[in-house]
């Protein structure tokens, strides 16, 4: 893992811990466009490839609605992310927007590194 990965792991470990919500610019084959994200999980894919990411709920821009008909998870390389396009926003959440068992249920292909917690 490459130092910015580094501190990208740790900064993200922090905003999940605070519930701290996330803008950034993403590339990826389904678009790039800036992304605002929930971060609830960091974790290792357990698939051999051993890529540490983020996964968490996406407030949809006009822009990825019409690129993306999935449901509202996200999930992001650490690799991928331009630090200089990576911003903490002031803004918290307090609530789960996803389904439950895709954050809190078996999750056997990955690594929990952390996770978000709701009291």
């Not at 490839?49 to 990825?64: I, L, P, W």
């Not at 992310?81 to 927007?97: A, R």
Request: aromatic share 14%; charged share 30%.
């Amino acid at each position: 893992m490459t130092k910015p990965e580094t501190r990208l792991r740790k900064l993200l470990c922090d905003c999940i811990k605070r519930h701290k919500v996330l803008w950034f610019y993403y590339e990826s084959r389904r678009g790039s466009f800036w992304r605002k994200v929930d971060p609830y999980i960091l974790a290792i894919n357990d698939n051999g490839k051993g890529n540490t990411f983020f996964t968490g709920y996406v407030d949809r821009s006009k822009e990825a609605q019409l690129k993306n008909n999935d449901d509202d998870q996200g999930h992001y390389l650490l690799k991928k992310i331009d630090m200089s396009q990576f911003k903490v926003l002031d803004e918290t959440f307090h609530e789960l927007k996803l389904d439950y068992h895709k954050i809190f249920g078996e999750l056997p292909t990955i690594k929990i590194i952390c996770r978000v917690t709701f009291q």
